[in-house]
């Protein structure tokens, strides 16, 4: 993505000045990195105000690889259904637990289409004799800008 708005930089540039575009080219590999995190920093202001307007999620843009983002709808999640005598409140919990289990949750909650946090929500509420609803789902996908 950067070196293709690199290229069409140079291009443009040489039709007005071929010396300048030959300096731009030899600039252009230092230059790659800060273009690519400035272009970052915009998209993700961008999803911000998207999400903004978005009423039931919000958008985040991530770096997958070097050369392309992953935009992920992220919808809103509800709060579990809280059974009589709980107060509701949410609580924090770190959890510590072998990088296989873990791998195996995060392969469950997607084939749910939950998230990882709702997924373990849904699964101790049964566990413990209760049932959550379902807390939210994520869709994925990739854009090439």
Request: proline fraction near 3%; aromatic fraction near 2%; hydrophobic fraction near 45%.
């Amino acid at each position: 993505m950067t070196q293709e708005l690199l290229d069409g930089l140079v291009a443009t540039v040489q039709a007005i000045d071929s010396d300048l575009a030959a300096r731009l080219t030899r600039l252009a590999p230092v230059t790659a990195s800060v273009v690519s995190v400035r272009l970052l920093a915009l998209l993700t202001v961008l999803s911000a105000e998207l999400s903004k307007a978005l009423p039931s999620g919000r958008v985040e843009v991530r770096l997958a690889s070097a050369d392309s983002l992953e935009l992920v709808f992220i919808e809103r999640e509800t709060q579990a259904v809280v059974p009589a005598g709980d107060e509701g409140e949410l609580a924090r919990l770190t959890l510590r637990l072998p990088q296989g289990l873990k791998e195996q949750a995060e392969a469950a909650s997607e084939a749910s289409g939950m998230s990882l946090n709702a997924w373990v929500v849904s699964q101790l509420s049964e566990a413990v004799g209760r049932r959550a609803r379902n807390v939210g789902r994520q869709l994925r996908g990739y854009g090439k800008a």
